[in-house]
């Protein structure tokens, strides 16, 4: 176990460093890229320029930066944005719950869907319950997440109506009420949230029905049913039990990819979270942002991992032996 | 369906009516016989760029899910059987490629050696192979736990026949929903690298094609919805589920216990 | 309208049965605009501060808060705004304004010239980062010499001093940023005591949302537009059409007709246009030498490339080909110069004249030196300009090659600062730097070599006499002598063509009339140049010129 902490602070670690390094390397630089191309204020004054640069600190080696960035992330510290000149920790205290809320209830909706199609259909297999489920879950998954949000938009909010088209709440409305607020939030989190989940469930589904299929011919199995054990009872307790280990490896796989898919949906619907704050400050080259940022999301994907790995060991012990 | 695609792809030259890149008509054409589905904003055929599309899409999902399931099953399977420090060593680097957030390091990767075909599949696949690194290795230790390989072991059995006679049968299923599930990925992906403007900008591909279309100023006011989004966006979902069709259709070979069952 | 509204009506009845929890909710999405309130698209525009706001838009919310001593109406023209009366130096260095009577702060103290004078020096003495819009740029020195007078001292006489400072620098209390050292950073909501007609009630920086209400001791009196909202929304056509905000911009790259169908037609929806205040710039890299240092090359460029067909192309007309000459047709210091009407016949035979030759026909062709006509062209990758298709195939019918290279736009603007491309596809640039259709010394800051680092403008051009002339205009008062010097300024662009305007695409704001109906496009733009209808003049007063109110029935 320790050493299973010991390798994961490495990772961390690891990270850290990349987290420094990646954005420095991408080419261009914050202050020219802050030039917005609709606002022409570009300073072309090399003394104001320096002044600007050694404001935001950006006038130091790389070497005398990554040591204060450490020391500063020791303290807790993440700086301050360059664009919006606020502290780096506000702004990702302003986004995180947003993104939490929408990957999460993403996920949730993915993977209980994905195991629950993906039992059924390997318990029947080849019939034609199997075969349209099939078809249904793969095809829903194979349209591009950033056309089925723009879709959904369009033909969900524009056309018919029936749910905001962007953003998380309904700005300066406080007073109705907790229970208002909290269904105003639901309403905004349904389109995000479901078109999210939409790519997650095929995978999900693909290894519960592989992982049943390839128990259905299991020694105990065949022997559950010789017992004259219920289908129900083969099915849910032993098929899917055995199958659920990578289940739930998959689920917390998929953090890292239900990220990269957060940029998009959250960019489509205007949702506040730290996905969209990642792809804006990457747009900026905000070094204190982005590295903020990256360091929430991988934070998350590596808690996730932590997780399925403790979980992992939970439900099919006897990978500790 | 994945054939048909092959076909149209390797026959584009031939079936293509228009050079997808040149202007042939007038901007945002509904479709006629001349174009049949009309021209893009700039009044280009839209056919052209759809049969010219399948070409690159085809290509850069077959080679990238190769190279994601290669490496992949290797890492995987090499952590699963070995374990020891190959396994913790191989399971941190999976780690590190799992937790940095994909998207900038794609940016990165592409703003560093230009954008391209060849950086689209490179991309493509080492974002692929860890996952499936991690599904293997997960699989693999099941399999171990059970007992077969020790059992075998005890027998004499030599490695290769370890891997020949339980984990190909064993794995199969996994490894083949996995290049399924990553050839699927990769036609969406390779949409998703040209929507983010990291596709080659004067290539044809799906990806570009909506995101041009889905960048178009007021798309959905008018008809042209009908005959340029959507036609890409149909075909990408129609690649990647011909693929994962394909995965589907080999399972059982790949899994003989289930025929003896 | 009432066949949709009976829809959602409907939709709202049969979620009721699903879950009560969405009944409120649905209530609430669209709610019936208020009287005076009105709501325009939010989004990540910083804190609204004279320091900390982000780019045009930020600067649109931060001067609901912050005055400054003159401002643009519909007219086009400076109003008296702090400043009851202006008066220029002799030697146009200093300019003396006169406030006005009985200004105040927001939190009741009186507003003097010792605050002018206080704004000048505390501008100074702070690093002013590269996304605020209106800055200092020129004065060397400002003193009260009265309670009511101030004396601002320029380093030129410059001629843009009045649009661009006078008109757009914001006037901060001195009793408020005396004691703040760090001013980008002070993002406390009790610093935001600015002397204008809006108070911030609500920020959410996070979702891009705030909230404006009248201040109702305004020195203009009680502001017609009482509460400004701004809401987060994607694309804000969309959320006009859907009813979540009452006006929207079109984006500035143009937009074709048939996509504001839906708001044509009925009379909810009014809409307004304007062309100009962004354009498709070309530019070749003269420091590149070869084709590119020719000016015959350039020319003959110019003469492939059919601007009006590409208007008609992309924008169903909506907008204006571009003209050699940088300023659009009706901007008031335009002349007529060359044209290079699209003659591709004359461009071929201009490169055959210049040595530039097929080596068969209908290949690349090539200098005397061997060197092929093949150039990198650069631009923006998301998205993709749609003109660029346009011109590699009007510059491969006369035997020239385009390499399109697209890259982000942090990556552009890094690349355009090494100046190491070839040719750049530029972008609608924008506001106080080179608007085509605003103060005519963007000539100066988009072509002349005199202008130290730029990201969007001429590059490697060299004209002594465009130099000469630049600095001279720049320093001498709108008036006929002006207009001569940016006469010929127009003219050497337009012989030399270091950059070629393509086309300037038309702005459209389309808006909700039940909601507010006063906007307008200022001539020019407001505060130094900004596009776009948010001059907040319209919201105070309602009306499209002067400072009286316009009344509300209400």
Same mark, same amino acid.
């Given at each position: 176990?320790?050493?299973?902490?010991?390798?994961?602070?490495?990772?961390?670690?690891?990270?850290?460093?990349?987290?420094?390094?990646?954005?420095?390397?991408?080419?261009?630089?914050?202050?020219?890229?802050?030039?917005?191309?609709?606002?022409?204020?570009?300073?072309?004054?090399?003394?104001?320029?320096?002044?600007?640069?050694?404001?935001?600190?950006?006038?130091?080696?790389?070497?005398?930066?990554?040591?204060?960035?450490?020391?500063?992330?020791?303290?807790?510290?993440?700086?301050?944005?360059?664009?919006?000149?606020?502290?780096?920790?506000?702004?990702?205290?302003?986004?995180?719950?947003?993104?939490?809320?929408?990957?999460?209830?993403?996920?949730?909706?993915?993977?209980?869907?994905?195991?629950?199609?993906?039992?059924?259909?390997?318990?029947?297999?080849?019939?034609?319950?199997?075969?349209?489920?099939?078809?249904?879950?793969?095809?829903?998954?194979?349209?591009?997440?950033?056309?089925?949000?723009?879709?959904?938009?369009?033909?969900?909010?524009?056309?018919?109506?029936?749910?905001?088209?962007?953003g998380a709440r309904t700005p300066f409305d406080g007073s109705s009420g907790v229970a208002a607020e909290i269904a105003d939030v639901a309403h905004h989190l349904v389109l995000p949230a479901v078109v999210m989940a939409l790519p997650f469930v095929g995978l999900q589904y693909l290894v519960m029905r592989a992982g049943v299929v390839s128990e259905l011919g299991a020694d105990h199995l065949?022997?559950?049913?010789?017992?004259?054990?219920?289908?129900?009872?083969?099915?849910?307790?032993?098929?899917?039990?055995?199958?659920?280990?990578?289940?739930?490896?998959?689920?917390?796989?998929?953090?890292?990819?239900?990220?990269?898919?957060?940029?998009?949906?959250?960019?489509?619907?205007?949702?506040?979270?730290?996905?969209?704050?990642?792809?804006?400050?990457?747009?900026?080259?905000?070094?204190?942002?982005?590295?903020?940022?990256?360091?929430?999301?991988?934070?998350?994907?590596?808690?996730?991992?932590?997780?399925?790995?403790?979980?992992?060991?939970?439900?099919?012990?006897?990978?500790?032996? | 369906?994945?054939?048909?695609?092959?076909?149209?792809?390797?026959?584009?030259?031939?079936?293509?009516?228009?050079?997808?890149?040149?202007?042939?008509?007038?901007?945002?054409?509904?479709?006629?016989?001349?174009?049949?589905?009309?021209?893009?904003?700039?009044?280009?055929?839209?056919?052209?760029?759809?049969?010219?599309?399948?070409?690159?899409?085809?290509?850069?999902?077959?080679?990238?899910?190769?190279?994601?399931?290669?490496?992949?099953?290797?890492?995987?399977?090499?952590?699963?059987?070995?374990?020891?420090?190959?396994?913790?060593?191989?399971?941190?680097?999976?780690?590190?490629?799992?937790?940095?957030?994909?998207?900038?390091?794609?940016?990165?990767?592409?703003?560093?050696?230009?954008?391209?075909?060849?950086?689209?599949?490179?991309?493509?696949?080492?974002?692929?192979?860890?996952?499936?690194?991690?599904?293997?290795?997960?699989?693999?230790?099941?399999?171990?736990?059970?007992?077969?390989?020790?059992?075998?072991?005890?027998?004499?059995?030599?490695?290769?026949?370890?891997?020949?006679?339980?984990?190909?049968?064993?794995?199969?299923?996994?490894?083949?929903?996995?290049?399924?599930?990553?050839?699927?990925?990769?036609?969406?992906?390779?949409?998703?690298?040209?929507?983010?403007?990291?596709?080659?900008?004067?290539?044809?591909?799906?990806?570009?094609?909506?995101?041009?279309?889905?960048?178009?100023?007021?798309?959905?006011?008018?008809?042209?919805?009908?005959?340029?989004?959507?036609?890409?966006?149909?075909?990408?979902?129609?690649?990647?589920?011909?693929?994962?069709?394909?995965?589907?259709?080999?399972?059982?070979?790949?899994?003989?216990?289930?025929?003896?069952? | 309208?009432?066949?949709?509204?009976?829809?959602?009506?409907?939709?709202?009845?049969?979620?009721?049965?699903?879950?009560?929890l969405y009944l409120g909710a649905c209530g609430r999405s669209s709610p019936a605009p208020e009287p005076s309130t009105v709501r325009i698209a939010g989004g990540g525009f910083g804190f609204p501060s004279p320091f900390a706001y982000i780019a045009g838009p930020g600067y649109v919310q931060m001067s609901l808060i912050y005055d400054t001593l003159l401002w643009k109406d519909a007219s086009?023209?400076?109003?008296?705004?702090?400043?009851?009366?202006?008066?220029?130096?002799?030697?146009?260095?200093?300019?003396?304004?006169?406030?006005?009577?009985?200004?105040?702060?927001?939190?009741?103290?009186?507003?003097?010239?010792?605050?002018?004078?206080?704004?000048?020096?505390?501008?100074?003495?702070?690093?002013?980062?590269?996304?605020?819009?209106?800055?200092?740029?020129?004065?060397?020195?400002?003193?009260?010499?009265?309670?009511?007078?101030?004396?601002?001292?320029?380093?030129?006489?410059?001629?843009?001093?009045?649009?661009?400072?006078?008109?757009?620098?914001?006037?901060?209390?001195?009793?408020?940023?005396?004691?703040?050292?760090?001013?980008?950073?002070?993002?406390?909501?009790?610093?935001?005591?600015?002397?204008?007609?809006?108070?911030?009630?609500?920020?959410?920086?996070?979702?891009?949302?705030?909230? +404006?209400?009248?201040?109702?001791?305004?020195?203009?009196?009680?502001?017609?537009?009482?509460?400004?909202?701004?809401?987060?929304?994607?694309?804000?056509?969309?959320?006009?059409?859907?009813?979540?905000?009452?006006?929207?911009?079109?984006?500035?790259e143009g937009i074709a007709p048939d996509a504001l169908a839906p708001f044509r037609g009925g009379d909810r929806y009014g809409m307004i246009s304007d062309t100009g205040s962004f354009s498709f710039p070309l530019i070749f890299n003269l420091a590149r030498g070869g084709g590119l240092a020719d000016r015959r090359f350039r020319r003959a460029c110019a003469l492939a490339i059919d601007r009006?067909?590409?208007?008609?192309?992309?924008?169903?007309?909506?907008?204006?080909?571009?003209?050699?000459?940088?300023?659009?047709?009706?901007?008031?210091?335009?002349?007529?110069?060359?044209? +290079?009407?699209?003659?591709?016949?004359?461009?071929?035979?201009?490169?055959?004249?210049?040595?530039?030759?097929?080596?068969?026909?209908?290949?690349?062709?090539?200098?005397?030196?061997?060197?092929?006509?093949?150039?990198?062209?650069?631009?923006?990758?998301?998205?993709?300009?749609?003109?660029?298709?346009?011109?590699?195939?009007?510059?491969?019918?006369?035997?020239?090659?385009?390499?399109?290279?697209?890259?982000?736009?942090?990556?552009?603007?890094?690349?355009?600062?090494?100046?190491?491309?070839?040719?750049?596809?530029?972008? +609608?640039?924008?506001?106080?730097?080179?608007?085509?259709?605003?103060?005519?010394?963007?000539?100066?800051?988009?072509?002349?070599?005199?202008?130290?680092?730029?990201?969007?403008?001429?590059?490697?051009?060299?004209?002594?006499?465009?130099?000469?002339?630049?600095?001279?205009?720049?320093?001498?008062?709108?008036?006929?002598?002006?207009?001569?010097?940016?006469?010929?300024?127009?003219?050497?662009?337009?012989?030399?063509?270091?950059?070629?305007?393509? +086309?300037?695409?038309?702005?459209?704001?389309?808006?909700?009339?039940?909601?507010?109906?006063?906007?307008?496009?200022?001539?020019?733009?407001?505060?130094?140049?900004?596009?776009?209808?948010?001059?907040?003049?319209?919201?105070?007063?309602?009306?499209?010129?002067?400072?009286?109110?316009?009344?509300?029935?209400?």
């Open positions: 176990m320790s050493g299973l902490v010991a390798s994961y602070v490495l990772v961390v670690f690891l990270l850290l460093t990349l987290n420094f390094a990646l954005p420095r390397a991408l080419p261009g630089e914050p202050i020219a890229a802050l030039g917005d191309p609709t606002s022409s204020t570009y300073v072309g004054d090399p003394e104001r320029r320096a002044a600007v640069r050694r404001y935001y600190d950006l006038d130091r080696s790389a070497l005398d930066g990554y040591r204060r960035y450490l020391r500063d992330l020791a303290r807790g510290e993440l700086g301050t944005s360059i664009r919006s000149n606020r502290p780096v920790a506000r702004e990702l205290a302003d986004r995180l719950p947003w993104t939490l809320l929408l990957v999460g209830t993403a996920l949730a909706l993915a993977t209980a869907a994905g195991m629950l199609a993906g039992t059924h259909s390997g318990w029947r297999r080849e019939r034609s319950t199997d075969r349209s489920l099939l078809v249904l879950v793969l095809s829903v998954q194979s349209i591009p997440v950033f056309f089925l949000a723009s879709a959904a938009v369009y033909v969900f909010a524009v056309q018919l109506g029936w749910f905001p088209l962007s065949l022997l559950g049913r010789a017992k004259g054990l219920s289908e129900r009872t083969l099915k849910y307790r032993y098929a899917a039990r055995n199958a659920l280990a990578p289940s739930v490896t998959v689920a917390a796989l998929q953090v890292g990819s239900a990220i990269t898919a957060a940029i998009f949906v959250e960019s489509v619907f205007a949702y506040p979270g730290v996905g969209r704050l990642l792809f804006e400050s990457v747009a900026d080259r905000d070094y204190p942002l982005m590295q903020g940022s990256f360091l929430v999301l991988t934070l998350l994907v590596v808690g996730a991992n932590l997780l399925a790995d403790l979980a992992y060991r939970r439900l099919d012990p006897r990978t500790v032996a | 369906m994945v054939t048909t695609l092959a076909t149209v792809a390797l026959l584009a030259p031939i079936l293509a009516p228009e050079d997808p890149r040149a202007v042939t008509g007038p901007s945002l054409a509904p479709p006629s016989a001349g174009h049949l589905l009309g021209t893009d904003d700039a009044g280009r055929d839209l056919v052209s760029q759809l049969i010219w599309g399948a070409r690159s899409s085809m290509m850069v999902a077959l080679a990238a899910a190769a190279l994601a399931v290669t490496v992949g099953v290797a890492v995987g399977a090499a952590a699963g059987l070995l374990r020891g420090w190959v396994d913790v060593v191989a399971m941190r680097i999976v780690d590190v490629f799992l937790a940095l957030p994909a998207l900038p390091l794609l940016v990165l990767i592409a703003a560093l050696s230009g954008p391209g075909r060849g950086i689209a599949i490179l991309v493509i696949g080492l974002a692929g192979w860890p996952a499936i690194a991690r599904i293997v290795r997960s699989r693999c230790l099941t399999l171990v736990s059970r007992g077969y390989v020790d059992a075998a072991r005890g027998f004499g059995a030599g490695p290769v026949y370890l891997v020949r006679r339980h984990l190909v049968p064993d794995l199969g299923p996994l490894v083949v929903a996995s290049f399924v599930d990553w050839a699927a990925t990769a036609v969406l992906l390779e949409a998703g690298l040209a929507f983010l403007g990291l596709g080659d900008p004067t290539g044809v591909s799906w990806g570009a094609m909506l995101d041009r279309a889905l960048a178009h100023p007021g798309i959905y006011a008018g008809g042209e919805w009908a005959w340029w989004v959507l036609p890409a966006g149909v075909a990408i979902a129609l690649a990647s589920v011909g693929f994962a069709f394909v995965g589907l259709a080999l399972e059982p070979r790949a899994n003989p216990r289930w025929r003896r069952a | 309208m009432a066949e949709r509204m009976s829809r959602r009506t409907f939709v709202r009845s049969s979620t009721m049965a699903a879950g009560a086009g023209r400076l109003l008296p705004w702090l400043a009851r009366r202006h008066r220029r130096s002799r030697d146009g260095r200093t300019h003396t304004f006169e406030l006005r009577d009985g200004v105040r702060w927001h939190d009741g103290r009186a507003l003097t010239a010792h605050d002018v004078a206080f704004t000048f020096e505390y501008f100074a003495s702070q690093p002013l980062g590269p996304l605020l819009v209106a800055q200092p740029r020129g004065v060397r020195g400002a003193r009260a010499t009265g309670r009511r007078t101030v004396e601002i001292e320029l380093e030129l006489p410059a001629s843009t001093f009045l649009e661009a400072v006078a008109g757009a620098v914001p006037i901060i209390p001195r009793h408020i940023w005396s004691e703040i050292e760090d001013a980008p950073r002070a993002q406390e909501r009790d610093v935001l005591i600015g002397s204008g007609a809006y108070r911030l009630l609500e920020l959410s920086p996070g979702e891009g949302a705030a909230l +404006y209400l009248a201040n109702e001791r305004h020195f203009l009196g009680r502001p017609f537009v009482r509460r400004v909202e701004l809401h987060p929304v994607n694309d804000e056509l969309v959320a006009l059409q859907a009813g979540q905000i009452d006006a929207a911009d079109t984006p500035a009006g067909a590409i208007v008609e192309r992309l924008l169903g007309g909506n907008g204006r080909p571009g003209n050699p000459g940088f300023l659009p047709r009706d901007h008031p210091y335009h002349v007529p110069v060359e044209q +290079y009407a699209f003659d591709p016949v004359a461009a071929e035979r201009l490169l055959d004249e210049a040595g530039y030759r097929r080596p068969r026909p209908g290949a690349v062709r090539r200098g005397r030196d061997g060197e092929a006509l093949s150039f990198s062209i650069l631009t923006a990758n998301s998205p993709l300009p749609a003109v660029l298709p346009l011109l590699v195939d009007a510059l491969k019918a006369v035997g020239v090659t385009l390499r399109p290279q697209a890259v982000d736009l942090p990556t552009l603007f890094g690349r355009l600062q090494e100046g190491a491309d070839e040719i750049v596809l530029g972008l +609608y640039p924008g506001p106080g730097g080179t608007a085509p259709n605003a103060d005519p010394d963007n000539l100066r800051t988009f072509y002349a070599s005199t202008v130290g680092e730029r990201l969007q403008g001429a590059q490697g051009w060299v004209d002594r006499e465009f130099d000469r002339l630049a600095r001279r205009q720049l320093v001498t008062p709108d008036g006929p002598a002006r207009r001569r010097l940016v006469a010929r300024m127009q003219q050497v662009v337009a012989r030399d063509v270091p950059a070629l305007a393509l +086309y300037y695409p038309t702005l459209v704001n389309v808006f909700d009339r039940r909601a507010f109906d006063g906007w307008y496009f200022t001539p020019g733009g407001f505060a130094g140049g900004l596009p776009g209808v948010h001059n907040k003049h319209a919201l105070i007063t309602g009306a499209r010129t002067g400072l009286s109110v316009r009344p509300r029935a209400t």
